[in-house]
T-cell receptor
Framework: DTEVTQTPKHLVMGMTNKKSLKCEQHMGHRAMYWYKQKAKKPPELMFV???????INESVPSRFSPECPNSSLLNLHLHALQPEDSALYLC????????????FGQGTRLTVV | AQSVTQLGSHVSVSEGALVLLRCNYSSSVPPYLFWYVQYPNQGLQLLLK??????LVKGINGFEAEFKKSETSFHLTKPSAHMSDAAEYFCAVTPGFGNEKLTFGTGTRLTIIP
C-alpha cells in the first residue's frame, strides 16, 4: 500500500466554524507533512511531524493546529479561518531512513466563506 | 539553504515532439532532487529522483532527467510527448540528509498541442 489518504476531498466552512482535515498512511513512514497550495503556485510547507513529534512549524497562524495521534494519522484542526486560507491542503509522508521521496495524498480543497 | 529555479512557467509542445522542462538548483551541500507531476485537482506524483547514484535518472511515463553538477541543472526530458502528459510539473530539492525541508520550484505548466 503506497497511498496517502486524505479526507474530506472538499470542504466548505464559515469563518466561525471548527473543522478538521484528516490524513492516513500505512507505509510505516515516520515523517508526515502538511502543505498548503494556492492556485497556480507550488506547495508551501506548513508543518512536519517526525516520530509523532512536531519538528517544523513554518510560522503558521495558530488558527491551524496540527495533531499526530499515532504514526499513521495526521490531523489539521481549523478554527476561525479567513477567506484567504482557501486552498488545496496536501498531506505527505516519507521514510526517515535514507533519502526517499515524499508520497502525497490527493488533497483537501478547502473553501472558506 | 537549498532552492530550485524552473525556467519557463508555461511550455507548449506538439504531440510526438521532445519535452524539455528546465530546473536549476542552488545548494550548499550535495542535493537530493525530485520531479513531481500534478494533474488538475490532484496531489503530487513522483516522476523521478536523484540521490547521488547515477546522474541519468529514469522515471515513470517515459521521463528521464540528468544531473549536471557543472551546470547545477536537473532538466526533465521525454523523447515523445503524449496528450496525457499535459499537467503541472514541479522540481524540488531537499538537503542531503533528509526530506524535512522539501522545497519546490514555481512549477511549469506543460501543454500538448494535438
Amino acid at each position: 500500500d503506497t497511498e496517502v489518504t486524505q479526507t474530506p476531498k472538499h470542504l466548505v466552512m464559515g469563518m466561525t466554524n471548527k473543522k478538521s482535515l484528516k490524513c492516513e498512511q500505512h507505509m510505516g513512514h515516520r515523517a508526515m507533512y502538511w502543505y498548503k497550495q494556492k492556485a497556480k503556485k507550488p506547495p508551501e510547507l506548513m508543518f512536519v511531524y517526525s516520530y509523532e513529534k512536531l519538528s517544523i512549524n513554518e510560522s503558521v497562524p495558530s488558527r491551524f493546529s496540527p495533531e499526530c495521534p499515532n504514526s499513521s494519522l495526521l490531523n489539521l484542526h481549523l478554527h476561525a479561518l479567513q477567506p484567504e486560507d482557501s486552498a488545496l491542503y496536501l498531506c505527505a509522508s516519507s521514510s526517515t531512513e535514507g533519502n526517499t521521496e515524499a508520497f502525497f495524498g490527493q488533497g483537501t480543497r478547502l473553501t472558506v466563506v | 539553504a537549498q532552492s530550485v529555479t524552473q525556467l519557463g512557467s508555461h511550455v507548449s509542445v506538439s504531440e510526438g515532439a521532445l519535452v524539455l522542462l528546465r530546473c536549476n538548483y542552488s545548494s550548499s551541500v550535495p542535493p537530493y532532487l525530485f520531479w513531481y507531476v500534478q494533474y488538475p485537482n490532484q496531489g503530487l506524483q513522483l516522476l523521478l529522483k536523484y540521490t547521488s547514484a547515477a546522474t541519468l535518472v529514469k522515471g515513470i511515463n517515459g521521463f528521464e532527467a540528468e544531473f549536471k553538477k557543472s551546470e547545477t541543472s536537473f532538466h526533465l526530458t521525454k523523447p515523445s510527448a503524449h496528450m496525457s502528459d499535459a499537467a503541472e510539473y514541479f522540481c524540488a530539492v531537499t538537503p542531503g540528509f533528509g526530506n524535512e525541508k522539501l522545497t519546490f520550484g514555481t512549477g511549469t505548466r506543460l501543454t500538448i498541442i494535438p
